[in-house]
Structures are given as structure tokens and as C-alpha cells.
């Protein structure tokens, strides 16, 4: 095992999976830049040059397309979005083509093994068009394999597995995780749930840069003697809801943190899963995310808007049944990385 940032594993990821696999090729806006997606694609790009890395127009929907087309010959894309919200506009392609291929043609017209890796954006003032989360509407659709590391092991290991995947793999990533050092190995599954932290007291099932800020805050309730069970959710589809279920059934409180909106989100789903398996649970189930708005650019509010480790130890203490004049009341917390600076 070695240490590298979140960064530093998808570049090493990237440039071990090309020298095995020479159908592997990258395509996005900017990949050839010295800061290619944040660092990501520089080290390929030294590599192998733009007839493996090609940088192209801002043509998301045609770009998709391409990579669809160029799946079915032997070519295994990976396709690069500095943004989530630039994604949107391949949509199309993403759920009408990618998703639907294997099942239209029951396996027998070829796989689609697009990879599509796309970034979540948060603080520098981006706002409401930079800054979206949009793995429920993703994995809404059947066929697409959704996935979200949350550490430098999973970026990289995820990473190997989905461009070993006959399956089109969505891979979303959180700008504020990039400079997060971590352990690195090799390949770790598209499928499971991970236990981040052990605990009897409350499951939080977390996802992304959450997974992060739950565990701070887990650490930070531990030392008053309150044992909160971290899951690491890593796939979003398909979800390891059994892993969720035996936790719950543990401690029978529940808690999820996601990146995005709660409404019709993640939350929803789990808590919906876990209320069909007839686990009683001792106080209602909490769902935390974004507020209900669009994402502010101001930053005092976009402290308010999302998640944080402070306000998931508040809650927690709310759910555990914790009278708040027995505990010292415990304000700013640990921040991950929030020092992007631009652009994008």
C-alpha cells in the first residue's frame, strides 16, 4: 500500500490501465492542458499523446455518441467531464444508447464498455450551473453502473475495475476530494457497500466527500461514547442495500448524507428499502443533502447549503436521543478540502 491524493490514484489508474490495454482512449475537453481535469489526464497525456488522449470541442451529446459507436469496434472510451453539469447534454446518448444496448439486442450485438467519468463541483462561487449531483437521475435508468469513491483506494481501484467492465460505468468524483491522501492497492469492485467505520449506535450510510465528513464527524462523537457505524454506499447502482439492512438491524437508527438534493434522492430510496424490510427503527429515519434550492454562490451560504461533519454530529445527537444540556454542543468541525480556487 502507498499514500496519494484522490488525484494522484486516478492518474495512476488511468496510465496503468493504457500501457496494458492499448484500445483505451480519453476524450473530453482540456485533457492535454498541464492541469488536464485537475491532474488527472496529465501523466496520460506525457504518455501517449494526443492519438490516445484527444482533447476535443465542447460537443457533449455527438462526443457520447462517438464513444458509443467506437465501443462496438474494439475502442474502450473514457469519457471526461470537468463537470456534472456538463454531462447534461449527453444525456441522449447516456440513457437512450448506453443504457439500453445489452438489453435491446440481448447481449448479442456487442457490449457498450463506455466509461464516463465526471466531476462534481463545490465552492470557488460556482453556483447553481457547476455545482449539481446527479447520480439518482443516472441511476434511475437500468444498465448504467453509477459509482462514487469517496477515498484515494476507491478512485483508483474503481477506476481499473470499470475499464475491465463489459458494462457502461458512470464514475462521479467530488472536486473536494481530490487533494484527500489516502492507501492505494489495485482493482476494488463497481459492486458493494464498504463499512468505513464500525459502530452500534447509529447507521450513517454516506456517499462521496460525505463519506468523508461522516467520518469526522463519527470520530468527533466517539469521544462521548457514541459508536456510529460509517457506510461507505461506493455504488449506486446497483445499491448493497443487504449490507445497509444488516446494520440497521444493529442499531437501528438510520441516517443518510448524500451530495445531492434529499428529495427523491438517495435518502429516499434507502429509507423506502429499509422500511419494506420491516426493521423498526427507534427514531425516524434522518436524510441529509443539499438544501432545497439551487446552489448559492455566496460563500457563508454555501456553507449552509450543504452537509457538513458539524451538522451530521448535530443530527446525529438529535437521533441517538441525546438531550442537548448533557453535551457540550461542538461547532466547525474539521473541514475536507474546500480550497479550490478555479477554474471550474
Known amino acids: 500500500m502507498r499514500i496519494l491524493s484522490y488525484a494522484e490514484a486516478i492518474s495512476e489508474a488511468t496510465v496503468e490501465a493504457m500501457k496494458i490495454d492499448s484500445s483505451i482512449h480519453l476524450f473530453g475537453i482540456g485533457l492535454d492542458y498541464s492541469s488536464g481535469v485537475f491532474g488527472t489526464t496529465t501523466e496520460a497525456n506525457s504518455f501517449f499523446g494526443p492519438s490516445r488522449v484527444i482533447d476535443t470541442p465542447a460537443m457533449e451529446n455527438a462526443l457520447t455518441g462517438i464513444a ?9 472510451p473514457v469519457v471526461i467531464h470537468a463537470r456534472n453539469d456538463f454531462m447534461f447534454l449527453a444525456l441522449d446518448q447516456m440513457l437512450n444508447v448506453l443504457s439500453k ?8 450485438a456487442s457490449n457498450m464498455p463506455v466509461v464516463i467519468r465526471s466531476i462534481i463541483g463545490r465552492g470557488w462561487g460556482q453556483g447553481a450551473t457547476h455545482s449539481q449531483s446527479i447520480q439518482s437521475v ?3 435508468f437500468p444498465g448504467l453502473r453509477v459509482v462514487m469513491p469517496a477515498s484515494a483506494r476507491d478512485a483508483k481501484g474503481m477506476l481499473l475495475s470499470a475499464l475491465n467492465s463489459p458494462d457502461p460505468v458512470v464514475i462521479l468524483e467530488h472536486r473536494n476530494l481530490y487533494e484527500v491522501k489516502g492507501e492505494v ?3 476494488t469492485p463497481l459492486e458493494g457497500a464498504s463499512i468505513a467505520k464500525k459502530g452500534k449506535d447509529l447507521t450513517i450510510v454516506a456517499s462521496s466527500v460525505c463519506v468523508q465528513e461522516s467520518l469526522i464527524a463519527a470520530d468527533q462523537a466517539s469521544e462521548l461514547g457514541i ?9 449506486i447502482q446497483p445499491l448493497d442495500i443487504e449490507t445497509i439492512l444488516n446494520s440497521v438491524r444493529k442499531t437501528k437508527r438510520l441516517m443518510v448524507v448524500d451530495t445531492s438534493w434529499t428529495n427523491f434522492g438517495l435518502g429516499s430510496e434507502i429509507g423506502a428499502s429499509v422500511l419494506e424490510s420491516g426493521i423498526a427503527l427507534l427514531s425516524p429515519l434522518v436524510r441529509l443533502g443539499q438544501a432545497n434550492s439551487p446552489a448559492p ?3 457563508p451560504l454555501e456553507d449552509i447549503h450543504y452537509p457538513n461533519a458539524t451538522k451530521i454530529f448535530s443530527v446525529a445527537k438529535q437521533s441517538i436521543s441525546y438531550k442537548s444540556s448533557e453535551i457540550e454542543t461542538v461547532d466547525n468541525l474539521p473541514k475536507i478540502a474546500d480550497d479550490f480556487l478555479g477554474p471550474y
Open 68 to 76: 458509443a459507436g467506437a465501443s462496438l469496434c474494439g475502442i474502450r
Open 101 to 108: 444496448w445489452h438489453y435491446m439486442f440481448d447481449g448479442r
Open 138 to 140: 443516472l441511476a434511475h
Open 185 to 187: 492497492g489495485q482493482a
Open 227 to 235: 459508536n456510529i457505524e460509517v457506510i461507505d454506499i461506493r455504488s
Open 297 to 299: 454562490v455566496s460563500k
